[in-house]
């Protein structure tokens, strides 16, 4: 079964460090989000992507971060000076098409720890 | 976006069916309702999807009444692999709404030997 790729699993960095999170969506899907799980509390959304740009984001996703597709296959979140509110799990996901039924397929996550 | 209120947690023991419900009152007339289940420290994984009355599919069944104010996940023989947290997601897939939502609090369901 196809899935969402995550790299790392668990990332460590020092406050105002940059941090690069890496997911490979499923091949031929055409739309991607970002998520983030603060321990303990809800899936909040934080962008979607869609034909190489942003397509919506939540009040989250200020200039701190920025995502990327650098080529067919990885789709990137950087946070550019990480703060220890930013700790918490983030979820890449993919979903084929905008036609009724495709649902979203969700990556393992990325553990990242601010210190 | 359409809110959606769930119970905060349901036990049940092994082997028997659980109901989870939920809410959306103002559930729009493009909106679909889906259910995700989550583990502890995993992405969310799709479960089931519907627009009205009921939907089947390997692993639960969904109940939709003819308002569409609420739906009822159905999950038959729990084991104790069910043990996760059910979310409850309304929106309209075509505009890109389902996906940008914030998933709630979701249901807790504990199963028990």
């Known amino acids: 079964e196809p899935e969402v790729t995550q790299t790392p699993s668990h990332q460590v960095t020092q406050m105002g460090q940059e941090v690069i999170l890496r997911c490979v969506p499923i091949?031929?899907?055409?739309?991607f989000y970002w998520y983030r799980q603060i321990l303990g509390q809800k899936v909040e959304f934080l962008v979607s992507?869609?034909?190489?740009?942003?397509?919506?984001k939540s009040e989250i996703f200020d200039d701190q971060f920025s995502v990327e597709r650098p080529d067919g296959s990885n789709f990137t979140l950087k946070i550019r000076s990480t703060k220890l509110e930013d700790s918490a799990m983030y979820f890449c996901?993919?979903?084929?098409?905008?036609?009724?039924?495709?649902?979203?397929?969700f990556g393992q996550g990325t553990r990242l720890t601010v210190v | 976006l359409a809110k959606t209120t769930q119970p905060i947690s349901m036990d049940s023991y092994e082997g028997q069916e659980v109901n989870i419900t939920c809410s959306h009152n103002?559930?729009?007339?493009?909106?679909?309702i889906t259910w995700y289940q989550q583990f502890p420290s995993q992405g969310p994984r799709f479960i089931i999807q519907g627009y009205k009355t009921k939907v089947t599919n390997e692993v639960a069944s969904l109940f939709i009444p003819a308002d569409r104010k609420s739906s009822t996940l159905s999950l038959p023989r729990v084991s104790l692999s069910d043990t996760a947290v059910y979310y409850c997601?309304?929106?309209?897939?075509?505009?890109?709404?389902?996906?940008?939502?914030?998933f709630g609090t979701g249901t807790k369901l504990q199963v028990i030997p």
């Open positions: 103002n559930i729009a007339t493009n909106d679909y």
């Open positions: 996901a993919s979903r084929g098409g905008q036609a009724r039924g495709t649902e979203a397929f």
């Open positions: 992507f869609y034909n190489n740009e942003i397509s919506e």
């Open positions: 091949s031929n899907h055409l739309y």
């Open positions: 997601l309304v929106g309209d897939l075509d505009s890109g709404g389902y996906q940008k939502v914030t």
